[in-house]
């Protein structure tokens, strides 16, 4: 893999991640819109663990509240802080579902054959009109704290849809919280902090295979890309929660139907 190529997937990968457009199916369409070979499943693991890093950063007082919170829990403390014992619960509920389910579709090897433009067009364009209407349609601005077991584990199975390319786990996410009322910023939040132990379970699934493939260039360009896609995922996430603070998600939903009516004029043209 040339470093261009690296260069390139770590800035889409960085970029595209925690935005609710699909950084899977951007991955994608690198290769398949330049004469590049598909980077394969490994490197798009490699770069997600950079922005894994981005968002642990980002929200690291969650991630340290949470980490005190679980510790807490499995030592008995007699007064835990019970807002972030329910969230470090939450987030948990949430992960199930996709794990479950990613590691069956995974070892069934039926994400590799959801790798096309066609259903990359499709899914850009449907799910993107669902995060329009629920994201204008919600009324309530329901906060984290408020979040019920039961509503984390709904977002846990909304998450599981993203294994289909193009549908975007922080977009599908960020659609349920707020069809549960959830408010853009806590959605967003919600979304974000899900994506640690999503992530961490990926990228472990994928570290094991690298480990036993032995391919030392392939673990340089995945620390290589991981590295860019970090700084670019801590940009963007920055971003994005600036604008949610103000505004709604509709120039995303307008960018995921123009790239699919594109992608679906290319694939039946």
Do not use: C
């Amino acid at each position: 893999m040339t470093l261009l190529q690296i260069i390139i997937l770590a800035i889409v990968q960085g970029i595209t991640e925690f935005l609710p457009i699909s950084s899977s199916g951007h991955l994608i369409l690198v290769p398949a819109l330049t004469d590049w070979p598909d980077q394969g499943l490994m490197m798009d693991v490699g770069v997600h663990v950079g922005t894994l890093m981005a968002v642990i950063v980002f929200f690291r007082a969650d991630v340290i509240r949470m980490m005190v919170a679980f510790w807490q829990m499995i030592t008995f403390h007699k007064n835990p802080d019970q807002t972030d014992r329910r969230l470090m619960i939450a987030i948990v509920l949430s992960t199930i579902p996709v794990v479950i389910i990613g590691g069956l579709v995974s070892k069934m090897g039926w994400n590799e054959a959801w790798r096309t433009l066609e259903i990359i067009g499709w899914t850009s364009i449907i799910f993107g009109i669902l995060l329009y209407i629920l994201d204008e349609k919600s009324e309530v601005s329901r906060k984290i704290s408020d979040m019920r077991y039961g509503q984390a584990i709904l977002i846990g199975f909304a998450q599981v849809l993203a294994i289909i390319p193009g549908v975007s786990r922080s977009g599908i996410t960020m659609t349920a919280a707020r069809g549960l009322g959830f408010s853009r910023t806590e959605a967003a939040r919600f979304s974000m902090l899900m994506s640690i132990p999503t992530i961490l379970a990926a990228g472990a699934i994928e570290g094991l295979k690298l480990v036993k493939s032995e391919n030392v260039a392939l673990g340089t360009d995945i620390f290589l890309g991981a590295g860019l896609s970090f700084v670019m995922a801590l940009l963007a996430i920055a971003g994005l929660m600036k604008w949610l603070e103000k505004s709604s998600m509709t120039p995303f939903v307008i960018y995921r139907v123009i790239l699919g009516v594109i992608l679906l004029g290319m694939v039946y043209a």
